[in-house]
Each structure stands twice: as C-alpha cells, then as structure tokens.
C-alpha cells in the first residue's frame, strides 16, 4: 500500500506563487510515474504534470511553462512549483502515482492507483 499526502496549498494573489509538495509512504519502491492533477469546482479532475523514474517529465500544454514539477526519490517526496499564478489555476490539487513509466498518453485520472487527498490552491485577483 501506498499513502500519498499533498501540502502546501493555500490562498494567493494573481501573479504569486505557491510549491506543492506530496509525501509518499508505504510501499514507495513500488511507485514510478507520479502527477500533478487539479480539479476546479464543478469540473473533472484535470492532468497537470506528470514525472518518471527514467526523468520523463510533460506538462499541460495550457500552463505555458508557469509550472515545474520534481520528485526528491531519496525522500519519497514529489513537488509542484507553481509562478505566475493565474485566477484559473484555482481548484484542489492532487497528487498522484502509479506502478508503471509515464507516457505521453498516461494523463488520465484513472491511469493512476494512488492518491492524496488534495490540497487547495485559491488564487485570487
């Protein structure tokens, strides 16, 4: 089993910037792409980024490089620097991870088994 903890959220003006982390415990040797999803309200849970073992790394096209994404494998950690904040980067944030490598099609909520239980990014104007 895995556990998968997220941190860092919180509320921030246009412009600002916030660094996600997620912590992972448990069985840890056994994850290998690890993610980035948000989900806004009334909307369905959305890939951010995602990285690998190998250090295959994608983004969403739509964040325009305002995002980096880093995992710390020595302390089972995964992270998400986020700049340039933007009104519509508000929603909950979640870590997720899986046994298998990224590809460039692993963007799906369901192409992942574990998950956080979400951390709030509010980004106001």
């Known amino acids: 089993q895995v556990q998968l903890v997220e941190s860092g959220g919180g509320s921030v003006q246009a412009g600002g910037s916030l660094r996600l982390s997620c912590a992972a415990s448990g069985t840890t040797s056994s994850l290998n792409c690890m993610a980035w999803f948000r989900q806004a309200p009334e909307k369905e849970r959305e890939w951010v980024a995602f990285?690998?073992?190998?250090?295959?790394?994608n983004y969403a096209d739509s964040l325009e490089d305002r995002f980096t994404i880093s995992r710390d494998n020595a302390k089972n950690s995964l992270f998400l620097e986020m700049n340039s904040l933007k009104r519509e980067d508000t929603g909950m944030y979640y870590c997720g991870g899986g046994r298998s490598y990224c590809t460039r099609y692993r963007t799906r909520p369901s192409d992942f088994g574990y998950w956080g239980q979400g951390t709030q990014v509010t980004v106001s104007s």
């Open positions: 990285t690998d073992l190998d250090g295959y790394t």
